[in-house]
């Protein structure tokens, strides 16, 4: 495969502060501490997005949410109501700083928990860095976070010390829990005075910048399985199709299980504490929903660049295609910038066919009209 530069994408990621207006409305992120809600923190938000928004909630690929459909004239109404619920913080700086990945497992009090809490009060120690920028405190017993976007890493080696390592990096160096965010923060230094006009780590470590040697040391460990839906030993895990939460139905499926608590994770995947499996149509329960396997960005009309419906296009081709699917609305690829094994690109209404590639590939098949899409995909 051939591959064309990726399009640019904005270079920042929309905000409470600081929303991005889409084709339904201002998007509003919410970046929960430790991306976790209490019960009432959750039936708050969906109040929120009832009342104030289009009713829908994003699952985001950075552990976030997103109250969609806000008009201009309620934002302030939106930052009140989210500062009330403690979910935003009084200092816009911070707020936007807090691109922090937390391994959904954590325990209060555990080494997780308090490397989040002091980097968190730390931020401002950091350097001005690009917007979409961001930590991964991977400190679990495997590494979870290996495949989203972090740039500066924390996890365990093989032998279970503790690793700071930059992306795309297979070594780090050691660090313990007293020291563990001061070398990332001297990462971030190191970065945005090595970065050139590149505006993530990655593209630093693939240029002819090199780290020292000393930040290569010790191997990382191999990764964790993938997380899916069903039960889980602090409760319930479920899914939600594209990342799309209905607020009222989230709402209800909270009261109905009795949850103490929501985590939100970046695999369009949130786990209820202390819940049990419900049998429900409304979220994804198990691993083998064909929509569980498709990655669809929101698409038109609700985003502006989308000239095509991906959701209602994934809708209709759920169960009648082997392996991963990522539909997207413009050759971005914001739903799964990675390769996948088939991917769908909208261009002026009608669909690209890349095959084991990025969306931005050169595709091998172009022009492809929904229709003809449902009478082929069978043999994509």
Known sequence: MS?????????WCPGAYRPMMSGDGLVVRVRPTCARLTADQVMGLCE????LGNGVIDLTSRANLQIRGVSEDNHTEVLQRLAALDLLRDDPALESRRNILISPFWQDGDITFRIVQELTVRLG????LPAKVGFAIDTGPAPVFRNNSADF???HSPSGELLVLADGMARGHVVDADTAVDALIEMAHWFETHRGA??????VMMGQTRLPIAWQATLNAAPAPKLVP??????AIYGAAFGQLDASRLSALVSATGATALR???WRLFLLEEAEMADTSDFITRADDPLFHIDACPGAPRCNTATV???QLAQDVAGRIKGPLHISGCAKGCARPRETQTTLVGRDGKFDLVRNGLPWDEPVQTGLSPDTLLDIIGDI
Do not use: I, Y
């Open 125 to 128: 120690e950091l350097p001005e």
């Open 3 to 11: 591959a064309t530069h990726r399009p640019e994408a904005k270079g």
């Open 153 to 155: 890493r924390l996890e």
């Open 198 to 203: 590149a505006r993530r780590m990655a593209p």
């Open 230 to 235: 069903g039960p889980h030993d602090m409760g």
């Open 309 to 311: 419906d991906t959701r």
């Open 48 to 51: 929120v997005a009832d009342a």
């Open 264 to 266: 939100v994770t970046p």
